[in-house]
């Protein structure tokens, strides 16, 4: 099919050649060869009269018109896969499908194992695809390459549709043989002690520090992770203190060597919500999902709040 004299095929190409920045790459996911995608490169290049990619060293960059046309050829795209994807009912017994969700390994830890239970049980031939919480995640949405995204509520876009799964507090992990005693630390122990927290790997500020900047506590960092599942476990045998959901820290408890305390003062607790793209709202499967991740979220943390 064509559109102002432009094979709308190379459309997919182009959105793909964007997204890579890298002919063979792009090839393979199209499932053609290298051969045709650079044809299809040579195409896109004289029908806007303009070079699209250029090459850097080993490495493709945008030019300006590929990259102004991004946003919207990929909304395009999305909207095409929406339709696509879509079916007008879902029967989760013969769905073979395949859906992706955005989470942190906080939740992958917490609400994905009865999720997964729940989704097992259901609908065996579903597979489950998780995608690590990065910077920004709701681009993922945006872009198609995600079908569910579960995060902070402060990470998600006004955008598009969301709801708010559950609440978790906040709490202190120290090591069982630690000198701390009581069941809270008062605020000399919490700032005097090195703590360990979560660093996101790439880049932006770590979920303890923001939490304490916010209530002017400055607490010293020993141990920077990229996971928080292993916070508990990096304050065993030690005096340091993590900083964690509750949910987790106390999934932790059983492997022993560590207990959990109150912190010196008051902290706002976790907020998670759901989100996904606007143009799936309607999508039976996704409501289906969505029902499957609220019901595991209350099995862990009862109802939101």
């Known amino acids: ?41 040579g195409r896109l290049r004289d029908y806007f009269d303009d070079p699209l990619l250029i090459q850097v060293g080993r490495t493709m960059e ?10 919207s050829l990929r909304d395009i795209i999305v909207r095409i896969e929406a339709a696509i994807v879509s079916t007008p009912s879902f029967v989760p017994e013969e769905a073979t499908r395949t859906i992706s969700l955005i989470v942190s390994d906080y939740t992958l830890s917490t609400i994905m194992p009865p999720f997964l239970q729940l989704v097992m049980q259901q609908a065996p031939r579903l597979r489950i695809e998780f995608k690590p919480q990065q910077n920004l995640p709701h681009l993922l949405l945006e872009r198609g390459e995600a079908d569910l995204l579960i995060a902070p509520t402060v990470f998600s876009s006004p955008n598009h549709p969301s709801e708010v799964l559950f609440e978790d507090p906040i709490c202190c992990v120290v090591a069982a043989e630690s000198p701390f005693s009581g069941h809270r630390l008062t605020e000399q122990e919490f700032l005097s002690a090195g703590h360990v927290i979560m ?35 990096l304050v065993r045998q030690s005096n340091r203190i993590a900083l964690v959901q509750q949910s987790l820290a106390q999934s932790m408890m059983d492997l022993g060597g560590v207990r959990i305390m109150e912190p010196p003062v008051a902290m706002p607790r976790l907020e998670q919500s759901m989100q996904w793209h606007s143009y799936r709202t309607r999508d039976p499967a996704l409501s289906w999902i969505r029902e499957q991740v609220r019901i595991a979220a209350k099995l862990v943390h009862g109802t939101a709040g």
Request: net charge negative; charged share 20%.
């Open 1 to 41: 099919m064509r559109f102002k004299n432009l094979d709308l095929n190379l459309l997919v190409a182009l959105d793909t050649l964007i997204r890579v920045r890298n002919v063979s790459r792009a090839a393979d996911e199209m499932f053609i060869t290298q051969s045709a995608m650079s044809n299809a490169l």
């Open 62 to 71: 945008l030019s300006p018109l590929a990259a102004s046309l991004e946003p």
């Open 199 to 233: 660093q996101p790997p790439n880049g932006g500020e770590s979920f303890a520090q923001r939490i304490c900047d916010e209530l002017g506590l400055r607490i010293r960092v020993e141990v920077a992770s990229f996971s928080f599942a292993s916070l508990p476990l």
